[in-house]
């Protein structure tokens, strides 16, 4: 926005989303970094939580930011404040509103990868993975009794992390997209016109 490098883009990479416990359960030995020598709560939740008050998606929702927002870039399509995972392939992007489809997975297409997006509402797991292995292009489900993502075309169990922990399929990696997740309104700005997934 200032300086020499004005215009320029990041690339985006591939990342998940979820609650630390769920992490936890798939990711067992990792260490979390909570603050640094001479500030031990560095990263302490709490500092980044004061001066949005309590309801932070309402207030998006009714259009209330805490900073400047252009009202003419706003996109009607979706509410302000729905929590959306954009994935992005090859200049595209769909956006999938993940308060509307809830815990599930969902099949689709962005642009030419056929892509499934993990949701676990529950355990606030998200993740968009491309559904092609080995050339082969599955289908996945969402057993709502045990939690997991099964694919009709081996039946392998697939956890919110992408990988196969059961079934023919066991020990294959799907591969992660890029992703971000964000608040509708913020999307809608960053890419206008972007697709909306609707289930």
Do not use: C
């Amino acid at each position: 926005m200032v300086g020499e490098l004005t215009g320029s883009h990041l690339s985006l990479l591939p990342s998940s989303t979820m609650a630390w416990g769920e992490w936890k359960r798939l990711y067992p030995q990792t260490q979390l970094l909570t603050g640094m020598a001479g500030s031990p709560n560095k990263f302490n939740s709490g500092r980044y939580s004061r001066g949005f008050g309590g309801d932070y998606q309402g207030r998006i929702n009714d259009e209330q930011f805490i900073f400047p927002v252009d009202e003419k870039k706003l996109d009607p399509r979706l509410s302000a404040g729905e929590i959306v995972l954009t994935v992005e392939v090859g200049g595209e992007a769909t956006a999938f509103p993940l308060g509307i489809i809830g815990d599930g997975v969902v099949n689709h297409q962005v642009g030419t990868e056929p892509v499934a997006v993990f949701i676990k509402a529950s355990g606030g797991a998200v993740g968009a993975f491309s559904r092609v292995v080995d050339g082969r292009t599955l289908t996945f489900q969402y057993q709502q009794d045990t939690q997991d993502f099964v694919d009709q075309e081996t039946s392998s169990i697939w956890d919110a992390a992408g990988r196969a922990t059961g079934g023919q399929m066991s020990g294959a990696q799907l591969k992660r997209l890029n992703t971000r997740r964000s608040f509708w309104f913020s999307i809608a700005i960053a890419l206008p016109g972007v697709n909306v997934y609707t289930p």
